[in-house]
């Protein structure tokens, strides 16, 4: 009997997450995961578990979404990127495609994440935009922006700006550690930038929404209005230099 060995493959994901009900599987839905889940088996020939570092919600983007699979499949790397993205929709691209070590996990192994939030600012919106922002034209002060944001970097609980989920009747910690929280000016865009151990569901746009109503000049307690989920991109996930060697 011939033995195939599994290999372990870590890749980074981009997508425009309009026309997906989020990352996570849903039956007749359509997912970023269950769509990578369906191309990469046809390529095994058995089914393929992607895991991937987060789950982000329905209309949510990413610039770099990092997941891993295991594959018997002999496929140099490269080739199974070209042959992935072949069989991919367009809203959805595999990059940085390389074996790591076989006991890797995108999610548990994660040491940050960064994600961004864009609000335009002008009274038309960009069309080319649109998909990508959350339109708001009206008046913010942005000095009370900023200073609200610093106020989160450190450790909180973070109770307040969580939507409930399945998992809370597990009583798992909503502590996470914010290493920085800034509110950039981007000409017609500002963007809320946030880096942080992790997230909870709908953590950032909550924070988004606890931030505009600053802004109007208002005292927030606790979360704000959850604000829409197109303006949001995962930018990045980062692990330790251990993390990654085969």
């Not at 991937?52 to 949510?60: C, E, L, P």
């Not at 800034?182 to 000409?187: D, F, I, Q, T």
């Not at 959850?226 to 085969?246: E, F, M, R």
Request: glycine share 10%; charged share 25%.
């Amino acid at each position: 009997m011939i033995r195939t060995e599994t290999r372990r493959i870590r890749f980074t994901v981009t997508y425009d997450g309009t026309d997906f009900h989020g990352w996570q599987v849903q039956p007749d839905l359509p997912t970023i995961q269950g769509t990578l889940e369906s191309v990469i088996t046809q390529i095994e020939g058995s089914p393929v578990r992607v895991e991937g570092s987060g789950r982000t919600d329905a209309g949510v983007h990413a610039r770099a979404q990092v997941a891993a699979i295991s594959l018997t499949n002999p496929i140099p790397p490269d080739n199974l990127r070209r042959a992935v993205n072949r069989f991919l929709p367009p809203s959805i691209r595999v990059f940085d495609v390389a074996e790591v070590h076989d006991e890797f996990h995108p999610r548990f192994d994660a040491v940050a994440k960064t994600y961004e939030y864009r609000i335009f600012r002008s009274e038309v919106c960009d069309p080319f935009q649109f998909r990508y922002v959350h339109h708001h034209p009206y008046p913010l002060d942005l000095t009370a922006m900023r200073q609200l944001a610093a106020g989160l970097e450190g450790e909180h609980d973070f109770t307040a700006f969580a939507a409930g989920d399945p998992s809370d009747a597990e009583g798992r910690s909503k502590v996470r550690t914010i290493y920085s929280s800034v509110m950039e000016e981007r000409g017609d865009l500002w963007v809320y930038r946030v880096r942080g151990s992790g997230f909870l569901k709908h953590m950032v746009r909550n924070i988004v929404g606890y931030l505009i109503e600053g802004g109007k000049g208002n005292r927030p307690v606790g979360g704000g209005p959850t604000v829409p989920a197109k303006g949001l991109t995962l930018w990045s996930v980062q692990y330790g230099s251990d993390t990654l060697n085969p």
